[in-house]
């Protein structure tokens, strides 16, 4: 069994771990500003990706209204991959004018 | 720009589920009234403060019943919007007043509307409906006529016109639209942050162009190769005249200002009573509003593109 051990081994996909994370973070109240990868589990793929992803105030308002949903619709589609994530919403369109467009008060952008 | 809108849409969808008293009947004979052209000024008046006062109602509504939206009402949402909006051409025009997006987006809501009503009567009828808990019951029940409102509502301050429902179709036509944001404002960086470049006496070296002429061939794909080539990639041997060099940043800026002025088009102020200026104004707004230049700079960056060398 020992040295079989690879086969049986749980790969987790970076879509799952964010989705996983995002979850747990917000059921232990915390928001982007606590985002840290503590220890660096073996089967997590892309976790410098996710943490990127989920320090953003942006992003984490993104999950909330795509994630935190009853419905799986857009967990399962084309658009939620670790790539398109990070193209979509961290380039210069993604994140840029978020906050002057929902009146919230705040004196730097994040780009 | 993207989450911004990813969260405004999503937040119109859920403003159609939610346990707010709706009385179906009331709210098609205003809007019947409001759609009629023979009916008296003054009940059209009273019709749209009644509807706007209710589309107030939807969207100030705390709770909205996340429950009721489930994976069958998103997949057909996605399917009719792939289907009206999300083909051809369409999709390009999102959210404008165009008679290309308007008329598909009148079917898409006609179709939404019909959808959720069958969805809802599908549910009665197969008793699936006495599954779900209460809120869920009544926030289906009206979310048709609801959805009706809230896809033709106009004439509202702060409130989107003309614009679908949240589906993972549309993240993927809005990032592809969004897309051309940074495309310009590489452009903008290439070839008006550096007002010295427009002066013959300081070309860009071998090494500098080689750099260049890759990001240049990366942005300068059809239909921006019909113009002439950047000075950054001319070759070394047979220099350019300085008002050839001139007429090239002029070109270049022309493209570039275009990044800018959809933002100018789609402002309600600027509407259809503004008239657009020359090319020159949209240089000068492109320049203007360009978050990169530092104020200082903004006028040296002006008269790199828009003034002759002889004139200077």
């Known amino acids: 069994m020992s040295t079989n051990q690879r086969l049986y081994t749980y790969a987790e996909t970076a879509e799952e771990g964010i989705v996983q994370m995002f979850k747990m973070m917000k059921f232990n109240g915390e928001t982007w500003r606590d985002c840290q990868i503590k220890a660096r589990s073996r089967s997590q793929s892309h976790p410098q990706k996710i943490r990127v992803l989920l320090q953003q105030d942006f992003v984490w308002k993104v999950m909330e209204t795509i994630v935190d949903i009853p419905s799986t619709h857009y967990i399962h589609s084309d658009i939620f991959k670790i790539s398109m994530l990070t193209q979509d919403l961290l380039s210069e369109h993604g994140g840029v004018s978020f906050w002057p467009s929902t009146g919230s008060t705040r004196n730097k952008c994040s780009v | 720009m993207l989450s911004a809108l990813v969260v405004s849409l999503e937040n119109r969808l859920q403003m159609c589920f939610n346990t707010v008293e709706w009385n179906a009947a009331e709210v098609e004979r205003h809007m019947q009234i409001v759609g009629n052209s023979a009916s008296n000024a003054q009940a059209i008046e009273d019709s749209k403060f009644y509807l706007s006062q209710c589309v ?195 070109s270049y800026a022309l493209q570039i200002s275009a990044w800018y002025s959809p933002l100018v088009y789609n402002h309600k102020i600027v509407g259809g009573t503004w008239k657009i200026g020359s090319a020159t104004a949209e240089i000068v707004r492109a320049l203007y509003g360009h978050p990169d230049i530092k104020a200082d700079h903004v006028h040296d960056a002006f008269n790199a593109v828009s003034v002759y060398p002889e004139h200077r």
């Not at chain 2, 429950?67 to 069958?72: K, P, Q």
């Not at chain 2, 998103?74 to 999709?91: A, F, H, Q, S, V």
């Not at chain 2, 048709?144 to 993927?172: G, N, R, T």
């Open chain 2, 56 to 250: 107030e109602r939807l969207s100030l509504h705390p709770n909205p019943v996340k429950e009721a939206i489930n994976d069958e009402i998103r997949m057909e949402l996605d399917t009719i919007y792939i289907e009206k909006l999300g083909k051809g051409d369409i999709w390009k025009y999102f959210g404008t007043s165009s008679s290309t997006w308007i008329d598909p987006y009148e079917e898409y809501s006609e179709n939404v509307v019909s959808k959720l009503e069958d969805i809802y009567s599908a549910m009665v009828s197969d008793d699936r409906i006495e599954n779900v808990t209460d809120n869920v019951k009544i926030a289906l029940k009206n979310c048709a006529s609801k959805a009706k409102l809230v896809l033709k509502v106009q004439d509202i301050h702060m409130y989107p016109e003309s614009v679908p429902f949240m589906s993972s179709s549309v993240w993927v036509s809005l990032s592809q639209q969004l897309k051309r944001i940074p495309k310009s404002l590489l452009e903008v960086r290439l070839y008006c942050m550096r007002p010295s470049t427009c002066q013959t006496t300081d070309i860009p070296t071998l090494s500098h162009s080689r750099r260049y002429r890759r990001r240049c061939d990366t942005i300068c794909r059809p239909p921006h190769r019909a113009l002439p080539r950047s000075p950054f990639v001319r070759d070394l041997g047979r220099p350019h005249s300085a008002s050839r060099i001139c007429t090239i940043h002029l």
